[in-house]
């Protein structure tokens, strides 16, 4: 199976915006697991802007194009790090690439970009992957990737992955009375759900974004799981559904 894993900002940094090494180390360990059980892991990752946010001694993320390009230059290099080094104590390689809308939107680049993820994959190397905040210029167009909940969807589509699973800081999605919801097939009233202003300081995304990009991705022949990223989800995730949030693929792969 070929599975795309997106992990939030909030699910692997800390309050400050500081990499949480224990979540990291607990998630790395989680995908690691999933390649030896067979599967092919693509993994898309936010938080380096946060990582910048703390280093940079900033109390939130900012707002001006210019310094949230700062920010990812500084914390980018922090992400990375750490990553090469929790995946090498699996003896596993890691591959950065960085993405913007351009990539997408120009069939060749979205050829090459299809291309170099295959290529990695095919050598046993963990693509890791996150919008390109240091060039893209999206933030003045009022298009972003959501906290790369929207481009963990074009990922997943492009290579024809099975399962899309976006990991965040709740068990799921939560009725109105903050149960979870184990499964859901239909995306009438889905949206009514969504509780405003929870995605805090440090990134951009929300549920609201994911349920975009879930709507699409099972639209396009692709399960999607919602699940808290801050605990240990895999395999129950993906075995029993015990834990998260299910969404079927509406159409035929």
Same mark, same amino acid.
């Given at each position: 199976?070929r ?7 909030? #699910? ?10 224990? #979540? ?11 390649r ?41 290099a922090?992400f ?7 995946f ?8 950065q690439?960085?993405?913007?809308h ?27 992957i ?74 951009k ?14 639209e396009?022949g ?9 605990k ?16 079927p693929a509406t159409v035929?792969?």
């Open positions: 199976m599975i795309v894993v997106k992990v939030g900002t909030h #699910a692997i940094a800390a309050k400050t915006g500081r990499p949480d090494h224990a #979540a990291l180390k607990r998630l790395v360990a989680q995908l690691c697991a999933l030896e059980g067979g599967h092919e892991v693509v993994f898309v990752s936010s938080g380096a802007v946060a990582a910048g946010v703390e280093s940079l001694g900033l109390s939130a993320r900012p707002t001006n194009v210019n310094e949230i390009q700062m920010c990812a230059a500084v914390g980018q922090r990375i790090t750490e990553y090469e080094n929790l090498a104590e699996h003896g596993v390689k890691i591959g690439i960085l993405l913007t351009y990539d997408f939107e120009d069939r060749r680049r979205a050829l090459n970009v299809k291309n170099s993820l295959g290529r990695l994959v095919k050598e046993g190397i963990v693509p890791i996150n919008e390109n905040d240091v060039v893209a210029d999206e933030e003045l167009k009022g298009q972003t990737f959501g906290d790369n909940d929207w481009l963990s969807f074009l990922i997943a589509k492009l290579v024809k992955a099975d399962t899309l699973v976006l990991l965040t800081t709740v068990d799921g999605l939560l009725d109105a009375t903050g149960k979870r919801i184990p499964e859901v097939t239909t995306f009438r009233n889905v949206f009514k759900l969504i509780r405003a202003g929870e995605k805090g300081k440090l990134s995304g929300g549920m609201d974004t994911k349920l975009k990009a879930v709507k699409a991705a099972v396009s692709i399960d999607v799981y919602v699940a808290n990223g801050r240990k989800v895999f395999p129950q995730l993906l075995a029993s559904r015990a834990t998260g949030t299910f969404f035929l792969r």
